[in-house]
T-cell receptor, first 112, second 114 residues
Framework: SQELEQSPQSLIVQEGKNLTINCTSSKTLYGLYWYKQKYGEGLIFLMMLQKGGEEKSHEKITAKLDEKKQQSSLHITASQPSHAGIYLCGADTRGNTGKLIFGQGTTLQVKP | NAGVTQTPKFQVLKTGQSMTLQCAQDMNHEYMSWYRQDPGMGLRLIHYSVGAGITDQGEVPNGYNVSRSTTEDFPLRLLSAAPSQTSVYFC?????????????FGDGTRLSIL
């Protein structure tokens, strides 16, 4: 089983709707990273969360970290077609080793 | 800055052939990693390096070799390609300084083994 579980695995939403993607770890989180990937391209760094309760926002995307639950959520407000892609959470669960493990990804489609 | 550069972008191999995927970064990052991405499985760590001359295995190292002779380069070698190694390969780097730094990814190499 995966150390990092993302849900849902895929999501289709109507443009303008809000959505949430969750990332749950089976081990202690030392840092949680969110990336976005467009089909056929590399990964683009979105946000990093270090501390429990931390919340960061960039444009219409907000990420939160619940340290006790070992879970992070990514919330998109008023989705747009430009938000479509694969969202991946990554975590360093073994301290500052430079090794990241990733969830299986959430594929988001936004219908105009 | 070019960031993390991977070559080639696409490659088709026959079973049993060998090849090297190249990865170079110009950011003087100590940490470098290789991942493979397969449908429904996210990214899985193959090998990583914390500096020149130091490498270690990740989650799925079998069938792959790496070496790190310089800070800039971290090539991934497939000694005898197998169809199960058909995948998209990503190289990433990050600085060692500070505890939490995001990894910078290359654009990937799409590899098909026939």
């Amino acid at each position: 089983s995966q150390e990092l579980e993302q849900s849902p695995q895929s999501l289709i939403v109507q443009e303008g709707k809000n959505l949430t993607i969750n990332c749950t770890s089976s081990k202690t989180l030392y840092g949680l990273y969110w990336y976005k990937q467009k089909y056929g391209e590399g990964l683009i760094f979105l946000m990093m969360l270090q501390k429990g309760g931390e919340e960061k926002s960039h444009e219409k995307i907000t990420a939160k970290l619940d340290e006790k639950k070992q879970q992070s959520s990514l919330h998109i407000t008023a989705s747009q077609p430009s938000h479509a892609g694969i969202y991946l959470c990554g975590a360093d669960t073994r301290g500052n080793t430079g090794k990241l493990i990733f969830g299986q990804g959430t594929t988001l489609q936004v219908k105009p | 800055n070019a960031g993390v550069t991977q070559t080639p972008k696409f490659q088709v191999l026959k079973t049993g052939q060998s090849m090297t995927l190249q990865c170079a970064q110009d950011m003087n990052h100590e940490y470098m990693s290789w991942y493979r991405q397969d449908p429904g499985m996210g990214l899985r760590l193959i090998h990583y390096s914390v500096g020149a001359g130091i490498t270690d295995q990740g989650e799925v190292p079998n069938g792959y070799n790496v070496s790190r002779s310089t800070t800039e380069d971290f090539p991934l070698r497939l000694l005898s390609a197998a169809p199960s190694q058909t995948s998209v390969y990503f190289c990433a780097s990050r600085p060692k300084r500070d505890r939490f730094q995001p990894q910078h990814f290359g654009d990937g190499t799409r590899l098909s083994i026939l």
